[in-house]
C-alpha cells in the first residue's frame, strides 16, 4: 500500500522577503511520508509553515525545489481522479456569499463524483447547521462547519483541513472531530492532515504528529511512540555532538533534552504530552 502523502526536499521560497527570524523559505526541504489511513496533526506557532505546507502538497503553491504527490499523483499536475478523493477545507472558508448552504452541495454534485445530498444533510444535522441559510448570513463558527461539510460531501479517501476548529465553541469542535470520522461509506480508511493550535482536540484523535518551526520539520512520528518512548531529561548544555535517539533541546528550565528511549536510555526521563513537546520545541 503506497503513501497517501509524500513529500521529498519541498521547498517554498517566503514571499515579501525573509521572516523576522531572518528565515528566507517558508517551507525549508521538508521530508514527509504519511501512511493511508493515518490521521496526522500538523502542529506550529503561527508563521511555523502550516498552511504553506497543506497548500504546496494540494498543488496550489509552486515549489523552489523538491515535489510532493498525493494518493501516488504529483501535486502539481492531480489527476481529476484524484482530486474526486480529496477533501480540503481552507483556514479561512471560501464561500459564495450569496448562495446557501444546500446550494453549494448542489454545485459540488455537479463537480465531484460521488457527491449525496442525503448523506450532506445528515452531516449538516449532526453539526446543527442549517443548510438553508444564505452564506454571508452565518456565524464564522457556521461558515467553517458548511466548509467541512462540503470537504466531506463525496467521502474523500484524503482530508487535508487547515484549522477546522479555530472560531467553533468545545462542543462544536467534539462535533466536528466525529464527524471526520462519520458517514464513511468506503472500506479504505480516511487519511487525515489536520492543522490546529487547539493541541487538546488532537490529542483525542491523531496517529501521528508532526511539529514544525519556521519552515521546517521538527519532529514526526506515531502518537502511541511519543507517549510512549519520548522523555525530557535536565541538560544545561546542547549536546556537542548528537547521540542517536537524542531529538531536541531546548533552553528551556534551565535547559531540556528531549530523548527517544528506544535509541538512548533515559532512566530519569519525564513523560511529555503534546503541550509539553511544542514549548520545548519552540525554545
Not at 39 to 52: F, S
Not at 217 to 233: A, I, N
Amino acid at each position: 500500500m503506497s503513501d497517501a502523502i509524500q513529500a521529498r526536499q519541498l521547498t517554498v521560497e517566503r514571499s515579501g522577503g525573509a521572516s523576522p527570524s531572518g528565515r528566507p523559505r517558508a517551507l525549508d526541504r521538508i521530508d514527509l511520508d504519511v501512511p493511508q489511513g493515518a490521521v496526522v496533526g500538523l502542529v506550529g506557532r503561527n508563521g511555523a509553515g502550516k498552511t504553506t505546507l497543506i497548500r504546496a502538497l494540494l498543488g496550489l503553491v509552486t515549489p523552489a525545489g523538491g515535489h510532493s504527490m498525493l494518493l501516488g499523483a504529483p501535486s502539481l499536475d492531480l489527476p481529476d481522479a484524484v482530486k474526486d478523493r480529496l477533501g480540503y477545507m481552507a483556514q479561512t472558508p471560501d464561500l459564495f456569499r450569496g448562495l446557501t448552504g444546500l446550494a453549494h452541495l448542489e454545485q459540488m454534485a455537479a463537480v465531484y463524483r460521488g457527491v449525496d445530498l442525503r448523506v450532506a444533510g445528515s452531516l449538516a444535522e449532526r453539526l446543527d447547521l442549517s443548510l438553508g441559510k444564505r452564506a454571508d448570513s452565518l456565524s464564522l463558527g457556521d461558515q467553517q462547519k458548511l466548509a467541512l461539510v462540503l470537504a466531506l460531501c463525496h467521502d474523500p479517501d484524503l482530508l487535508l483541513l487547515d484549522e477546522p476548529m479555530a472560531s467553533l465553541d468545545p462542543i462544536s469542535r467534539r462535533d466536528v472531530l466525529r464527524a471526520l470520522f462519520a458517514l464513511r461509506q468506503r472500506e479504505v480508511p480516511r487519511t487525515v492532515l489536520i492543522s490546529s493550535h487547539l493541541l487538546s482536540d488532537l490529542e483525542r484523535i491523531v496517529s501521528h504528529v508532526l511539529f514544525m518551526r519556521e519552515g521546517r520539520r521538527q519532529l514526526f512520528m506515531r502518537w502511541d511512540d511519543l507517549l510512549e518512548h519520548v522523555r525530557r531529561l535536565p541538560c544545561a548544555h546542547a549536546p556537542v555532538v548528537w547521540a542517536p535517539g537524542e531529538l531536541h533541546w531546548s533552553a528551556r528550565e534551565g535547559g531540556q533534552l528531549l530523548v527517544d528511549t528506544r535509541h538512548r536510555a533515559a532512566p530519569h526521563g519525564l513523560p511529555v504530552d503534546m503541550t509539553d513537546v511544542m514549548e520545548l520545541l519552540n525554545t
